[in-house]
């Protein structure tokens, strides 16, 4: 086993992160799972049967597991009753510990769940696709959609811990892979220029083990750190909106499509686009751009949006809920390794681009 930790301060809690190899199947090493009653597993219908069966033998305590579909469409309150019946009927009390294994959506709804039952117990995040180890491993957060409104309903807790187990990756499918190489390439692009450029230094399935788990580390403190500075999201954590404001857009009107994108792809077809602002605006430099997008392009990921009209593309935005009384408030870049948030743009300039 292989494993460094990374320690999360977070306002209501801290809690460490646990990154490596073979570490779910050395669950013990890193976790105390002999204090709980029983162990409640939450596992994404996608994670391979042998994966969670190297989790039920490492556990000292008697575990019950239940298969959630992942997704965006399955964050809802339907997949959350279904847990706590589950929990009901699984003698779940207080001393009961909840491990969520998955995607992202699953931390999400498992983490949701486990904190609203009896008016919450502990959970252990165990993500399973490089998405959800770079991008939801930090900031608290747990919640499900509603009347199509995402991420309506939520709560702010803290896991006991996170479990980031590289070996999980190997059977991620390779589409996936690269997609999620979009988020880490933005946590260099909008902090950190050395970051940026190791990252895009290889294909993203070129990286070794060790590499990967570095990489990892240094995402995941991107993103503490940044929303350290920011605990009320006014500030600071809007760096990591990059390339987001047209990727919403993009990735949502794709999903009505014959071939939806991958976050991670629409957040890179967002960075190429609000990257081209940043440049019309003439606060970002040809040079700069040019290394971005050729970087994008040598990771594999797209960069053009499959037909999609500009009109489509602007209601979308104006509709996003992050916007505050009509505005558009975008973040853009200066340069590789440095972005600004809160930038009024003209419609016009987005028009011509688009
Ligand atoms: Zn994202």
């Known amino acids: 086993m292989q494993k460094i930790k990374l320690q999360i301060n977070e306002k209501k809690k801290s809690y460490t992160i646990f990154i490596g190899t073979k570490i779910i199947k050395n669950?013990?090493?890193?976790?105390?799972?002999?204090?709980?009653?029983?162990?409640?597993?939450?596992?994404?219908?996608?994670?391979?049967?042998?994966?969670?069966?190297?989790?039920?033998?490492?556990?000292?305590?008697?575990?019950s597991a239940?298969?959630?579909?992942?997704?965006?469409?399955?964050?809802?309150?339907?997949?959350?009753?279904?847990?706590?019946?589950?929990?009901?009927?699984?003698?779940?009390?207080?001393?009961?510990?909840?491990i969520n294994i998955g995607g992202g959506t699953i931390g999400d709804i498992g983490g949701f769940t486990a904190s609203t039952f009896m008016r919450g117990i502990d959970f252990l995040q165990i993500p399973t696709t490089l998405l959800a180890q770079v991008d939801a491993s930090v900031g608290g957060k747990v919640g499900i959609n509603f009347l199509s409104?995402?991420?309506?309903?939520g709560t702010l807790q803290q896991p006991i811990a996170v479990v980031i187990?590289?070996?999980?990756?190997?059977?991620?499918?390779?589409?996936?892979?690269?997609?999620?190489?979009?988020?880490?390439?933005?946590?260099?692009?909008?902090?950190?220029?050395?970051?940026?450029?190791?990252?895009?230094?290889?294909?993203?399935?070129?990286?070794?083990?060790?590499?990967?788990?570095?990489?990892?580390?240094?995402?995941?403190?991107?993103?503490?750190?940044?929303?350290?500075?920011?605990?009320?999201?006014?500030?600071?954590?809007k760096l990591l909106n990059f390339g987001h404001t047209i990727g919403h857009a993009v990735e949502s009107l794709s999903l009505t499509t014959s071939n939806p994108l991958l976050?991670?792809?629409?957040?890179?077809?967002?960075?190429?686009?609000?990257?081209?602002?940043?440049?019309?605006?003439?606060?970002?430099?040809?040079?700069?751009?040019?290394?971005?997008?050729?970087?994008?392009?040598?990771?594999?990921?797209?960069?053009?949006?499959?037909?999609?009209?500009?009109?489509?593309i602007l209601e979308k935005i104006k509709s996003d809920k992050k916007n505050e009384k009509g505005k558009i408030n975008w973040t853009l870049l200066k340069s590789i390794g440095e972005a600004v948030y809160n930038q009024q743009v003209d419609?016009?300039?987005?028009?011509?681009?688009?």
């Open 27 to 63: 669950i013990q090493s890193v976790i105390n799972c002999a204090k709980y009653s029983n162990a409640l597993i939450i596992a994404d219908t996608n994670v391979p049967k042998k994966i969670l069966k190297n989790l039920t033998t490492a556990l000292p305590i008697k575990s």
């Open 66 to 98: 239940i298969s959630i579909s992942g997704g965006d469409r399955h964050k809802s309150i339907e997949s959350v009753q279904k847990i706590w019946k589950f929990f009901l009927e699984s003698y779940c009390d207080r001393k009961s510990l909840t």
């Open 149 to 153: 409104v995402k991420n309506l309903i």
């Open 165 to 237: 187990d590289i070996d999980t990756l190997s059977t991620l499918p390779q589409r996936e892979f690269i997609s999620a190489f979009a988020e880490i390439i933005k946590h260099g692009v909008v902090t950190n220029k050395k970051y940026f450029q190791f990252v895009t230094s290889k294909k993203p399935r070129d990286f070794s083990n060790d590499e990967l788990v570095k990489i990892i580390k240094i995402s995941c403190q991107i993103k503490a750190d940044i929303v350290a500075l920011d605990e009320k999201e006014e500030g600071p954590r």
């Open 263 to 312: 976050h991670g792809e629409a957040v890179s077809i967002g960075m190429i686009i609000e990257g081209q602002i940043s440049k019309r605006v003439g606060l970002l430099s040809d040079d700069d751009y040019d290394v971005l997008e050729q970087a994008l392009i040598r990771a594999g990921l797209p960069t053009k949006s499959p037909n999609m009209q500009t009109r489509q």
């Open 347 to 354: 419609e016009g300039v987005i028009r011509k681009i688009l």
